[in-house]
T-cell receptor, first 114, second 114 residues
Framework: DAGVTQSPTHLIKTRGQQVTLRCSPK?????VSWYQQALGQGPQFIFQ???????QRGNFPDRFSGHQFPNYSSELNVNALLLGDSALYLC?????????????FGPGTRLLVL | AQSVTQLGSHVSVSEGALVLLRCNYS??????LFWYVQYPNQGLQLLLK??????LVKGINGFEAEFKKSETSFHLTKPSAHMSDAAEYFC????????????FGQGTELSVKP
């Protein structure tokens, strides 16, 4: 049973650039959530995707956008990168039936903005 | 609005000693509560969860937590610490009525001394 996978594992960008992070949910899951974890902090909710639409959004600017594909995988896009966007980006998946409330996390993508 | 407070950003115990990590929550509705563990340079792993069933919840690796509504607490315990328990621990609350996003505490780093 494959867990949540994310790619790439690490990424270095410069200010102003754009980045795309990818996530494949756990087998059988159809809902994907994205979180940002700054160094020494707890994860902060960015947004959640279900049925290819953004269902809920946290307090992040429009520079952060996402997409969900028919196979339930998801992308997180960040435009006009700022130094403060440097963080670990975590993807979590869950199911819309059964154990709906539990989210399972991937290993994360560590983004460094120079 | 929901929130989570973890008392103590750093806890140090000796191997074999009791582990107690504190978590208090604020929620206007019956909460779902979670403890996750994060090992260095990894994602989050679910330790245990409370979803309004038994108030004493048993998780993986010998951890357990007790939901106390009167104290709005969900402290994590383990009778005997092992060196492999050294990690960052996060308490989180979820309101499924609002889409299930997780709200995390700041985390507690657990150190285990030999």
């Amino acid at each position: 049973d494959a867990g949540v996978t994310q790619s790439p594992t690490h990424l270095i960008k410069t200010r102003g650039q754009q980045v795309t992070l990818r996530c494949s949910p756990k087998s059988g899951h159809d809902t994907v959530s994205w979180y940002q974890q700054a160094l020494g902090q707890g994860p902060q909710f960015i947004f959640q995707y279900y049925e290819e639409e953004e269902r809920q959004r946290g307090n992040f600017p429009d520079r952060f956008s996402g997409h969900q594909f028919p196979n339930y995988s998801s992308e997180l896009n960040v435009n006009a990168l700022l130094l403060g966007d440097s963080a670990l980006y975590l993807c979590a998946s869950s199911s819309s039936w059964g154990d709906q409330e539990t989210q399972y996390f991937g290993p994360g993508t560590r983004l460094l903005v120079l | 609005a929901q929130s989570v407070t973890q008392l103590g950003s750093h806890v140090s115990v000796s191997e074999g000693a009791l582990v107690l990590l504190r978590c208090n929550y604020s929620s206007s509705v019956p909460p779902y509560l979670f403890w996750y563990v994060q090992y260095p340079n990894q994602g989050l792993q679910l330790l245990l969860k409370y979803t309004s069933a038994a108030t004493l919840v048993k998780g993986i690796n010998g951890f357990e937590a007790e939901f106390k509504k009167s104290e709005t607490s969900f402290h994590l315990t383990k009778p005997s610490a092992h060196m492999s328990d050294a990690a960052e621990y996060f308490c989180a609350v979820s309101d499924w009525n609002q889409g299930g996003k997780l709200i995390f505490g700041q985390g507690t780093e657990l150190s285990v001394k030999p």
